[in-house]
């Protein structure tokens, strides 16, 4: 697990590798991801969207953006938490990924950016 605290907000990210969902003899390798968003403010915040890099080990890169997380734009109390997961299906047997949330201070309208810590995605053989 990776966990990083950014403008008062520490993400945690765990991975895992789906064997059930991936197909190595067709370069399919899929990920799912767990994120724990824990506001540390003293105040509200709403996540409004995000960003992300992907990066394959053959060095392709993809940039992926969009509203809220999972469908959803959830709001975060002050020392509350909120926890999703997701999935990165990659063209190889590892990668890794970061990036940001663009979040709002419900007190405020004020909006900031959070960064997500880099995490590497790697089929556990590849570490043997």
Request: proline share 4%.
């Amino acid at each position: 697990m990776v966990s990083k605290i950014s403008e008062g907000v520490q993400i945690s990210v765990e991975t895992f590798y789906q064997q059930e969902y991936s197909n190595p003899l067709n370069n399919e390798f899929m990920f799912a991801y767990r994120i724990t968003i824990e506001n540390h403010n003293n105040f509200t915040i709403k996540l409004l969207s995000r960003q992300w890099y992907i990066f394959d080990s053959n060095g392709q890169q993809r940039e992926v953006e969009g509203e809220g997380v999972v469908g959803l734009q959830p709001v975060i109390e002050s020392q509350r938490q909120f926890q999703y997961v997701s999935g990165c299906n990659l063209r190889t047997e590892m990668g890794r990924m970061y990036g940001y949330y663009i979040m709002e201070n419900q007190n405020t309208k004020a909006t900031f950016k959070v960064k997500i810590p880099p995490f590497e995605m790697i089929v556990p053989f590849k570490n043997n």
